[in-house]
């Protein structure tokens, strides 16, 4: 999730911001299309003003389901789930034994999320936890191991999260990151916001961390994927 609204139009959030409109529409227009629950998701945050831009961009939602169906899962993390935009794509590609543990502090926000999860059928694969994530990732089993993490939360709690979380990955275990580019702030020495820094120096621990690989990629407000090599 992140604080700036790029709208394209009244229910998609242009977070692609290095693209013009016209390339940005193409995109969406050949990406795979949300089904009824989605749209009409999308439809509820929109109206919820400013902080709807919290929500993840519709082609990100279809990037984490096809990650996500491809790793096929048993138990997976995220950590910021607002709305649930993120965690239904998720949830809807896990496999039948799969499980989503859900890190959140707003009872509110996720309460809109748990209605949703509900009418797509999917609340039984979901785990919602009101708690710092770091204490719920605290908490979880020494020998629980993470195949698949998605982290949109906080911007100062990324490299804590991110510690955490990489140590009980497993094999075939990745973490999604979203933000990473926090609409081209993190290029701009002018900006030395706490949150812009903190993206910064998030995005200098992953590259340097020699546990892991990653790629940065410019999907959305920009998303990186971590693997975990020893």
Known sequence: ??????ISDGNTYHRSFFLDEKLFEYILG?????????KSLIE?????????????????GVFLYMIVAAIRPEFA???????GYSSLAIAKALPPNGKLLCCDVSEEWTSVASDYWKKAGVAEKIDL?????KETLANLPDDKKIDFA???ADKGGYKEYYEQIVPRLSDHGLIAIDNVLWSGRVVDPKISDEDTVSIRNFNDHVYQDDRVS?????????LTLVKRTN
Request: glycine share 8%; net charge negative.
């Open 1 to 6: 999730m992140q604080n700036n609204s790029n």
């Open 30 to 38: 050949h990406t795979s299309q949300p089904d009824e629950t989605q």
């Open 44 to 60: 509820t945050t929109s109206r919820l003003g400013r902080v709807s831009a919290m929500q993840v961009a519709q082609d990100q």
């Open 77 to 83: 993390v995220e950590i910021g789930t607002f709305t």
């Open 129 to 133: 936890v009101i708690a710092p994530a």
């Open 150 to 152: 998605f982290i949109d």
């Open 214 to 222: 990653s790629v940065m990629l410019s999907v959305g407000d920009g």
